[in-house]
């Protein structure tokens, strides 16, 4: 096969707007072909490219990066600066002067000639579409210009992008106008044009900086955003249609001597590539799958996304070029021919211009599964899908897309798979296993969880089975079979169970297949925002004055409190476990949650660790969820009946009339509108029922095991009322640590509050959500702002950060001793 390239006076050409020529004849023999019509919609004159979109979003990532960089970095920036203008003035005056005539008039010259020599190619629409986006450019400018030297809340731009100097532009409007116009135009794509466009405007650039009429930043932005300018116009208005016709299809078949005498355009496959049904002269058929060059980039940033999401065995390259695209899926056909499996022969490649390339396979009359009712499968035709896979994993070939459209019967009743372009050989055994656990869970949703597995052992073997079991998780799964999964949400369990019926001996291995999870960036996310928070209060306050200042009886009666926090929380637990356990083993396993917190919520480390704790001690894992869900629920109610107690009590020592404050009303509107959403939307209150299902499952049988023990009964309640009690205690020993004078019932109420509020919070610990709450709260019941802003950070060090150190200490001695 000729190597596929792109050839710049060829793509100029291509992207003029499509003409319609007769066929071209170039030899005797194609003469006597007669002249196939083929069947298919009219293809559009223009599109939009989704390559132009993706420059687009990445020019507006590039300048918001920018902008960042350069407001966070001013410094190095201006060091820069100073740099770039000090070598600047070393250049000879009349050298300087040649260069900025050169740049200043050049930068006009280069793309009224480029426009003249493309007009002269009769391609003057591309030079239209130029002209839209210089216009863009230079309105746009303009008027973002205009407003970031008016607003008073552009300050810091308006100062990076001016330097505050009279007379500069924040945007030249003459640069960023060249740069939209030179990206619409696709100047890129002429390398000669491309060295000369930048050169100008670099020497432009440079007669602009030494003149002080521009800045560095002001540059860099000017240019990123007449690139994204340029890249939306292009996407805004489409380019020229430039994917060959059915006819050139029927041109390249003629080429690999095939005689096409009909030819249909069908349903374009899942990637969107084109496929045509063609009848040929002997009476067989072919189908051809056209790959466009253009749709290389469709569903970039979902693989993206994957690639990066995904561990580096079972990610698949983002971006291919056609060429390899088009060699990727003949090898994978071939070799699966190779190894027996039943495929639809591919008889031939070949290009098809320079904008795309064709394969063309045996036709086969067959059903894919997905259109077969789920009583047309039987045990029969199980077996042969799995003897399909067998084959090919038998020579380490990876299907990796083994869902109902690729899987067909034909007309004997024989499996035939199909769409080969996502394989790959060679593979390792993390991806045959992927294999299995994609088919398992397809055939699964089909058949059942029974039938599927027992005829996977049957062919396949149970070792198989056994090792694919770690891999049974949604994200190692098709788009497709992941959605069919959110109506059979415990559908991989049921595999499970299957499994561990068969090979109920064998040792799983766990297999982390994520990177990271869509939860970890939104922690990350949130701790970041919480951790900029924070450091705004800890700017405001001089941590050794906060430690110096301090009255160190009260600060030694909150350590106390904060310790005996500790024993509380070892009591509820012990008080929900009718099982018994040692009391200063339970209180190392709450210091260790307290280590645990500095990578996770709250409330989600503290369940997690208590019932790996349980069923360490040999509880069976229902009963610990169970006991954990139970103290957490009178924990919740005793959190809630405090809450309304101390406010009640708050409220009788103030004046008889009460008149909430604004604030207080937004907030208590606020609180109902969210109840409201969580309630009325669908979605919202299926997530929370499934939740709380979960966690309190089984729960009030397990409360009922400790009602018969009175003992047990008072140890649990006595722990749940001794936490909040040892917490506000503490807090409000740190309020008079510092001189603040408030009730310890207000105390309370606050701490009741932000306490919510840091649960709710996803940052690990509830850091950030916690202390401006605390803050916060402290500040409306009176206290100085500066007294809470010291009291809470002493509150957090003896509550939060202390703990972590003896936390990792019981955390290691208790895993050492296997007791986590």
């Given at each position: 096969?000729?190597?596929?390239?792109?050839?710049?006076?060829?793509?100029?050409?291509?992207?003029?707007?499509?003409?319609?020529?007769?066929?071209?004849?170039?030899?005797?023999?194609?003469?006597?072909?007669?002249?196939?019509?083929?069947?298919?919609?009219?293809?559009?004159?223009?599109?939009?490219?989704?390559?132009?979109?993706?420059r687009?979003?990445?020019?507006l990532?590039?300048?918001?990066?920018?902008?960042?960089?350069?407001?966070?970095?001013?410094?190095?920036?201006?060091?820069?600066?100073?740099d770039?203008?000090?070598?600047?003035?070393?250049?000879?005056?009349?050298?300087?002067?040649?260069?900025?005539?050169?740049?200043?008039?050049?930068?006009?010259?280069?793309?009224?000639?480029?426009?003249?020599?493309?007009?002269?190619?009769?391609?003057?629409?591309?030079?239209?579409?130029?002209?839209?986006?210089?216009?863009?450019?230079?309105?746009?400018?303009?008027?973002?210009?205009?407003?970031?030297?008016?607003?008073?809340?552009?300050?810091?731009?308006?100062?990076l992008?001016?330097?505050?100097?009279?007379?500069?532009?924040?945007?030249?409007?003459?640069?960023?106008?060249?740069?939209?116009?030179?990206?619409?135009?696709?100047?890129?794509?002429?390398?000669?044009?491309?060295?000369?466009?930048?050169?100008?405007?670099?020497?432009?650039?440079?007669?602009?900086?030494?003149?002080?009429?521009?800045?560095?930043?002001?540059?860099?932005?000017?240019?990123?955003?007449?690139?994204?300018?340029?890249?939306?116009?292009?996407?805004?208005?489409?380019?020229?249609?430039?994917?060959?016709?059915g006819?050139?299809?029927?041109?390249?078949?003629?080429?690999?001597?095939?005689?096409?005498?009909?030819?249909r355009?069908?349903?374009?496959d899942?990637?969107?590539?084109?496929?045509?049904?063609?009848?040929?002269?002997?009476?067989?058929?072919?189908?051809v799958?056209?790959?466009?060059?253009?749709?290389?980039?469709?569903?970039?940033?979902?693989?993206?996304?994957?690639?990066?999401?995904?561990?580096?065995?079972?990610?698949?390259?983002?971006?291919?070029?056609?060429?390899?695209?088009?060699?990727?899926?003949?090898?994978?056909?071939?070799?699966?021919?190779?190894?027996?499996?039943?495929?639809?022969?591919?008889?031939?490649?070949?290009?098809?211009?320079?904008?795309?390339?064709?394969?063309?396979?045996?036709?086969?009359?067959?059903?894919?599964?997905?259109?077969?009712?789920?009583?047309?499968?039987?045990?029969?035709?199980?077996?042969?899908?799995?003897?399909?896979?067998?084959?090919?994993?038998?020579?380490?070939?990876?299907?990796?897309?083994?869902?109902?459209?690729?899987?067909?019967?034909?007309?004997?009743?024989?499996?035939?798979?199909?769409?080969?372009?996502?394989?790959?050989?060679?593979?390792?055994?993390?991806?045959?296993?992927?294999?299995?656990?994609?088919?398992?869970?397809?055939?699964?949703?089909?058949?059942?969880?029974e039938?599927?597995?027992?005829?996977?052992?049957?062919?396949?073997?149970?070792?198989?089975?056994?090792?694919?079991?770690?891999?049974?998780?949604?994200?190692?799964?098709?788009?497709?079979?992941?959605?069919?999964?959110?109506?059979?949400?415990?559908?991989?369990?049921?595999?499970?169970?299957?499994?561990?019926?068969?090979?109920?001996?064998?040792?799983?291995?766990?297999?982390?297949?994520?990177?990271?999870?869509?939860?970890?960036?939104?922690?990350i996310?949130?701790?970041?925002?919480?951790?900029?928070?924070?450091?705004?209060?800890?700017?405001?306050?001089?941590?050794?004055?906060?430690?110096?200042t301090?009255?160190?009886?009260?600060?030694?009666?909150?350590?106390?409190?904060?310790?005996?926090?500790?024993?509380?929380?070892?009591?509820?637990?012990?008080?929900?476990?009718?099982?018994?356990?040692?009391?200063?083993?339970?209180?190392?396993?709450?210091?260790?949650?307290?280590?645990?917190?500095?990578?996770?919520?709250?409330?989600?480390?503290?369940?997690?660790?208590?019932?790996?704790?349980?069923?360490?001690?040999?509880?069976?894992?229902?009963?610990?969820?169970?006991?954990?869900?139970?103290?957490?629920?009178?924990?919740?109610?005793?959190?809630?009946s405090?809450?309304?107690?101390?406010?009640?009590?708050?409220?009788?020592?103030?004046?008889?009339?009460f008149?909430?404050?604004?604030?207080?009303?937004?907030?208590?509107?606020?609180?109902?509108?969210?109840?409201?959403?969580?309630?009325?939307?669908?979605?919202?209150r299926?997530?929370?029922?499934?939740?709380?299902?979960?966690?309190?499952?089984?729960?009030?049988?397990?409360?009922?095991?400790?009602?018969?023990?009175?003992?047990?009964?008072?140890?649990?309640?006595?722990?749940?009322?001794?936490?909040?009690?040892?917490?506000?205690?503490?807090?409000?020993?740190?309020?008079?640590?510092?001189?603040?004078?408030?009730?310890?019932?207000?105390v309370?109420?606050?701490?009741?509050?932000?306490?919510?509020?840091?649960?709710?919070?996803?940052?690990?610990?509830?850091?950030?959500?916690?202390?401006?709450?605390?803050?916060?709260?402290?500040?409306?019941?009176?206290?100085?702002?500066?007294?809470?802003?010291?009291?809470?950070?002493?509150?957090?060090?003896?509550?939060?950060?202390?703990?972590?150190?003896?936390g990792?200490?019981?955390f290691?001695?208790?895993?050492?001793?296997?007791?986590?």
């Amino acid at each position: 096969m000729a190597e596929i390239r792109e050839r710049d006076d060829a793509a100029d050409l291509s992207e003029r707007e499509p003409a319609v020529v007769e066929p071209r004849h170039e030899t005797e023999a194609d003469d006597k072909d007669p002249e196939v019509y083929v069947v298919e919609p009219l293809l559009p004159q223009r599109l939009r490219r989704p390559s132009d979109l993706l420059r687009f979003i990445a020019a507006l990532l590039a300048l918001a990066a920018v902008v960042l960089l350069s407001l966070v970095a001013k410094q190095t920036l201006n060091g820069l600066a100073g740099d770039v203008a000090e070598g600047a003035n070393l250049v000879p005056n009349l050298l300087s002067r040649v260069a900025a005539f050169l740049g200043g008039g050049a930068v006009l010259i280069v793309p009224v000639a480029f426009a003249v020599e493309r007009v002269f190619h009769r391609d003057g629409l591309r030079v239209a579409e130029g002209l839209i986006a210089a216009i863009i450019g230079l309105v746009g400018s303009f008027l973002i210009g205009e407003w970031v030297m008016s607003s008073d809340a552009a300050g810091d731009l308006r100062q990076l992008l001016t330097g505050n100097r009279p007379g500069v532009e924040p945007f030249n409007t003459l640069l960023a106008s060249v740069v939209a116009y030179s990206t619409a135009v696709r100047i890129s794509r002429r390398p000669t044009w491309r060295a000369l466009i930048w050169t100008v405007i670099a020497l432009d650039v440079l007669s602009l900086f030494t003149s002080k009429q521009l800045t560095l930043p002001s540059a860099m932005v000017t240019i990123v955003a007449g690139m994204a300018i340029g890249y939306g116009t292009l996407y805004g208005v489409g380019s020229p249609n430039t994917r060959p016709p059915g006819t050139a299809v029927i041109a390249a078949l003629r080429k690999l001597s095939f005689q096409p005498i009909s030819a249909r355009r069908i349903e374009d496959d899942h990637q969107g590539s084109r496929r045509y049904a063609v009848g040929l002269h002997d009476g067989s058929s072919l189908d051809v799958t056209v790959l466009d060059r253009d749709r290389q980039v469709a569903g970039l940033p979902y693989r993206l996304w994957r690639r990066i999401r995904l561990n580096s065995e079972t990610r698949r390259r983002a971006i291919r070029s056609l060429r390899a695209e088009l060699e990727r899926e003949a090898l994978m056909a071939y070799a699966a021919q190779a190894a027996g499996a039943s495929t639809p022969r591919l008889l031939g490649t070949s290009e098809v211009g320079t904008e795309a390339a064709l394969l063309a396979y045996e036709h086969l009359s067959t059903r894919p599964l997905d259109a077969l009712p789920d009583s047309e499968i039987d045990d029969d035709l199980l077996a042969q899908i799995w003897e399909q896979l067998e084959l090919l994993r038998l020579q380490r070939l990876a299907h990796r897309r083994l869902t109902g459209d690729s899987i067909h019967v034909d007309t004997e009743g024989r499996v035939v798979l199909t769409d080969a372009r996502s394989g790959e050989i060679a593979a390792g055994d993390l991806l045959l296993r992927l294999d299995v656990v994609q088919l398992l869970t397809y055939l699964a949703l089909r058949v059942g969880a029974e039938r599927s597995v027992a005829s996977a052992a049957r062919v396949v073997g149970e070792d198989a089975l056994a090792g694919a079991m770690p891999l049974l998780q949604k994200i190692a799964l098709t788009r497709q079979t992941r959605s069919a999964l959110a109506k059979d949400k415990g559908l991989l369990s049921a595999i499970r169970e299957q499994i561990e019926a068969l090979k109920p001996q064998a040792k799983i291995e766990e297999i982390r297949l994520e990177r990271f999870r869509p939860r970890t960036l939104v922690t990350i996310i949130a701790s970041t925002l919480a951790a900029y928070f924070l450091l705004s209060q800890l700017s405001q306050v001089n941590l050794v004055t906060v430690i110096t200042t301090a009255n160190w009886a009260w600060s030694l009666l909150a350590l106390a409190a904060s310790f005996v926090s500790f024993i509380a929380a070892a009591l509820m637990l012990r008080g929900f476990v009718p099982e018994s356990l040692p009391l200063w083993r339970t209180v190392l396993v709450q210091f260790a949650s307290s280590f645990v917190k500095l990578v996770a919520p709250p409330a989600v480390g503290a369940v997690a660790i208590n019932t790996r704790y349980l069923q360490k001690r040999g509880i069976p894992p229902a009963s610990a969820v169970a006991s954990v869900g139970a103290s957490q629920l009178v924990m919740l109610i005793a959190h809630i009946s405090l809450l309304l107690l101390f406010a009640y009590i708050t409220g009788s020592n103030t004046a008889t009339s009460f008149t909430p404050t604004r604030g207080l009303v937004l907030v208590m509107l606020a609180v109902a509108v969210l109840i409201v959403a969580v309630l009325g939307v669908p979605p919202l209150r299926r997530m929370l029922t499934k939740r709380l299902r979960s966690l309190f499952s089984n729960v009030l049988p397990r409360l009922l095991d400790v009602l018969q023990s009175p003992r047990k009964m008072f140890e649990g309640f006595a722990g749940t009322v001794m936490i909040t009690i040892a917490f506000v205690t503490c807090l409000d020993a740190c309020v008079s640590a510092f001189g603040g004078d408030i009730s310890f019932t207000a105390v309370a109420v606050v701490f009741l509050t932000a306490n919510a509020i840091g649960s709710a919070a996803p940052t690990p610990g509830g850091l950030g959500a916690v202390e401006l709450a605390l803050a916060g709260g402290l500040t409306v019941a009176g206290v100085d702002s500066a007294v809470a802003t010291s009291a809470v950070l002493l509150y957090r060090l003896l509550t939060f950060w202390l703990p972590v150190l003896p936390g990792w200490a019981a955390f290691t001695w208790l895993q050492r001793h296997e007791a986590l």
